[in-house]
């Protein structure tokens, strides 16, 4: 399966992805990694492993379709099938959703559909919830929507700020996504309008103080 992945910071989910692949447990291969921001951390990451990148501001675009029209193409010619979105500060729109239907995801830091948007894990920790968590799901044209592939909860503490939750919060989605991926690669994901299935499940690999649905397989 070739992906293309959107970044716009660190990309420390691009890079357990990479990690994934490289030891082999996922089988996918990374044809673009594209940051919509010049210096971004993610770039350096994808180049250590020798991925190509590319740089696409939006800024330099006059408007959002003739960005989105950059990145419909590089995507195209990269022969990427699906579209990663990890950590990518861009909402994308229908035009672009409509070239790769059904083919785009996304991770957001929340047990969603509580607390979407921005600053997922401030949210969290002010709120004091009692579980915090991670999802990932397909992209449709609403904003952290589509239907569900994964989640994974982690408990919340009262004295957590938005720091000490996102690391247990991250440390779940360096699991999840590349696991949901898997899934897709092995072609056992199907989607029932918001249900989504997985096909065949096998032996599942639940350790640890989290919770994730539907549960992790070996060795994720
Ligand atoms: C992650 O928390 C992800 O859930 C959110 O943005 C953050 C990206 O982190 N969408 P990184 O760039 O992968 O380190």
């Known amino acids: 399966m070739k992906i293309a992945v959107f970044i716009s910071g660190?990309?420390?989910?691009?890079?357990?992805?990479?990690?994934?692949?490289?030891?082999?447990?996922?089988?996918?291969?990374?044809?673009?990694?594209?940051?919509?921001?010049?210096?971004?951390?993610?770039?350096?990451?994808?180049?250590?492993?020798?991925?190509?990148?590319?740089?696409?501001?939006?800024?330099?675009?006059?408007?959002?379709?003739s960005f989105e029209?950059?990145?419909?193409?590089?995507?195209?010619?990269?022969?990427?099938?699906?579209?990663?979105?990890?950590?990518?500060?861009?909402?994308l729109s229908p035009f672009f959703l409509g070239q790769f239907s059904g083919r785009v995801v996304n991770i957001h830091p929340a047990l969603l559909p509580s607390f979407p948007g921005l600053h997922a894990q401030k949210q969290q920790a002010q709120y004091g919830v009692r579980l915090g968590g991670c999802t990932v799901h397909f992209v449709d044209e609403k904003t952290d929507h589509g239907p569900i592939l994964i989640q994974a909860a982690v408990p919340a503490y009262a004295d957590d700020d938005e720091k000490t939750l996102g690391a247990r919060i991250l440390e779940l989605e360096h699991r999840i996504y590349p696991q949901a991926l898997q899934w897709l690669a092995q072609g056992r994901i199907r989607c029932n309008g918001r249900q989504v299935e997985l096909q065949g499940r096998q032996e599942a690999a639940v350790t640890g103080d989290f919770l994730v649905n539907p549960p992790l397989e070996k060795p994720f």
């Open 69 to 91: 029209r950059e990145l419909v193409h590089l995507v195209q010619k990269s022969g990427a099938e699906y579209v990663v979105l990890a950590g990518f500060m861009r909402i």
């Open 10 to 65: 660190s990309g420390s989910n691009l890079q357990s992805i990479i990690d994934h692949i490289e030891r082999g447990l996922l089988a996918a291969e990374i044809s673009l990694v594209v940051s919509n921001v010049p210096n971004a951390y993610g770039l350096w990451r994808a180049k250590e492993h020798g991925l190509a990148t590319a740089v696409v501001e939006h800024g330099h675009f006059p408007d959002r379709e």
